[in-house]
T-cell receptor, first 110, second 115 residues
Framework: AQRVTQPEKLLSVFKGAPVELKCNYS??????LFWYVQYSRQRLQLLLR??SRESIKGFTADLNKGETSFHLKKPFAQEEDSAMYYC????????????FGTGTRLKVLA | DTGVSQNPRHKITKRGQNVTFRCDPI?????LYWYRQTLGQGPEFLTY????????KSRLLSDRFSAERPKGSFSTLEIQRTEQGDSAMYLC?????????????FGPGTRLTVL
């Protein structure tokens, strides 16, 4: 079965410290992976997609097929990064529905 | 407003009542999804429409749940004979088939509380 795992429910870091939010996937075929973010009282919004290999708000994520991981990283955390982060994989045949992880709450402390 | 909208935003109902939620996707999007999110979990897929055709339903969607997308525009999700276990956030998302990216755009959700 296709699965996305986020092992940490809560991650607390100090402002200026590096951040790594973990995501592992179990997929048949080639996955399309995304990171979505939900700030307080806002809707889910796309942060990154692996296919674009981009950096958004200082965040990057690299797909590691050997380790089946898609960890989200930022070298220097900012207080405004505090939010709920979800890793999601798209089923790439037919519906392109998402399989979400359980999410990690990031708290950046002053 | 060019984003996905959902109504109502909150719904409180008594067990056994029927409820209906509405989703208005981004106008040019032909794919529409419903997800359900309970506390401490990520969103879970419920059903998918391509235009007006409902092409997939999760086994989470019991026979008390029905969804429609008449004319391939807005969608409704109805829950009959609600149970306390139906309490959750119901999310709608849309995307454009033909996009290379498959990004889904989410609505704000409808929070259902069944008393």
């Amino acid at each position: 079965a296709q699965r996305v795992t986020q092992p940490e429910k809560l991650l607390s870091v100090f402002k200026g410290a590096p951040v790594e939010l973990k995501c592992n996937y179990s997929y048949s075929g080639s996955p399309e992976l995304f990171w979505y973010v939900q700030y307080s009282r806002q809707r889910l919004q796309l942060l990154l997609r692996h296919i674009s290999r981009e950096s958004i708000k200082g965040f990057t994520a690299d797909l590691n097929k050997g380790e089946t991981s898609f960890h989200l990283k930022k070298p220097f955390a900012q207080e405004e990064d505090s939010a709920m982060y979800y890793c999601a994989g798209a089923v790439t045949s037919g519906t392109y529905k998402y399989i979400f992880g359980t999410g990690t709450r990031l708290k950046v402390l002053a | 407003d060019t984003g996905v909208s959902q109504n109502p935003r909150h719904k409180i109902t008594k067990r056994g009542q029927n409820v209906t939620f509405r989703c208005d996707p981004i106008s040019e999007h032909n794919r529409l999804y419903w997800y359900r999110q309970t506390l401490g979990q990520g969103p879970e897929f419920l059903t998918y429409f391509q235009n007006e055709a409902q092409l997939e339903k999760s086994r989470l969607l019991s026979d008390r749940f029905s969804a429609e997308r008449p004319k391939g525009s807005f969608s409704t999700l109805e829950i009959q004979r609600t149970e306390q276990g139906d309490s959750a956030m119901y999310l709608c998302a849309s995307s454009f088939r033909g996009s290379l990216i498959n990004e889904q755009f989410f609505g704000p959700g409808t929070r259902l509380t069944v008393l």
